[in-house]
């Protein structure tokens, strides 16, 4: 092999090596903030605190918006740790008791649509319901590697919800 030919092949193994460098590792944007799987738990608590309001819950931490007064309203999020290491990640899209199917169309349009653009489209499809008489719940699952989107209705006390997530977790 002549040292040309030799310069040639370094080269374009190191293009490749760089272009398999760049490897899209999945994260979830919650306030301006992405997170990935395996971030320290102290990193994502002080990042969350900053525009949420967070309730523990064992080794998962329940994300809520909140109001002028910095009360708790409805739901954005859900995060699991297991040995201080973010494990699973959870968004609300849209969650609503309300009938507004535009908003509803639109909250899954932009979520399916961000999947789109980070090559998210091999993906599995399915359902699960749990049909308690209580507390009644169906979903439909779009599972896409590590992310996956849930559309689900729900029925309590309080009568119907729907709601939109995103999840992160290792497949």
Same mark, same amino acid.
């Given at each position: 092999?002549?040292?040309?030919?030799?310069?040639?092949? &370094?080269?374009?193994? /190191?293009?490749?090596? *760089? !272009?398999?460098? *760049?490897?899209?590792?999945? $994260?979830?944007?919650? @306030?301006?903030?992405?997170?990935?799987?395996?971030?320290?738990?102290?990193?994502?608590?002080?990042?969350?605190?900053?525009?949420?309001?967070?309730?523990?819950? !064992?080794? &998962?931490?329940?994300? =809520?918006?909140?109001?002028?007064?910095?009360?708790?309203? %409805?739901?954005?999020?859900?995060? =699991?740790? #297991?040995?201080?290491?973010? $494990?699973? @990640? *959870?968004?609300? =899209? #849209?969650?609503?008791?309300?009938?507004?199917?535009?908003?509803?169309?639109?909250? /899954?349009?932009?979520?399916?649509?961000?999947?789109? #653009?980070?090559?998210?489209?091999?993906?599995?499809?399915?359902?699960?319901? %749990? /049909?308690?008489?209580?507390?009644?719940?169906? #979903?439909?699952?779009? *599972?896409?590697?590590?992310?996956?989107?849930?559309?689900?209705?729900?029925?309590?006390?309080?009568?119907?919800?729907?709601?939109? %997530?995103?999840? /992160? @977790? @290792?497949?």
């Amino acid at each position: 092999m002549t040292k040309r030919n030799f310069v040639m092949i &370094s080269c374009a193994l /190191l293009t490749c090596a *760089q !272009g398999l460098g *760049q490897v899209n590792i999945p $994260t979830i944007e919650l @306030a301006g903030n992405e997170f990935r799987l395996g971030m320290a738990k102290d990193t994502v608590v002080a990042r969350l605190a900053e525009a949420f309001y967070l309730t523990p819950d !064992g080794d &998962s931490l329940i994300v =809520w918006n909140k109001d002028s007064k910095g009360h708790p309203t %409805d739901r954005a999020g859900m995060f =699991w740790f #297991k040995n201080g290491k973010l $494990t699973q @990640a *959870q968004k609300v =899209w #849209k969650s609503s008791s309300e009938k507004s199917d535009a908003d509803f169309v639109e909250a /899954l349009y932009y979520l399916v649509s961000n999947f789109s #653009k980070e090559g998210r489209t091999a993906c599995v499809i399915g359902t699960v319901e %749990d /049909l308690e008489p209580k507390t009644r719940w169906r #979903k439909v699952v779009i *599972q896409c590697g590590a992310k996956s989107i849930s559309v689900g209705s729900f029925f309590t006390s309080g009568g119907f919800v729907t709601d939109i %997530d995103e999840s /992160l @977790a @290792a497949p």
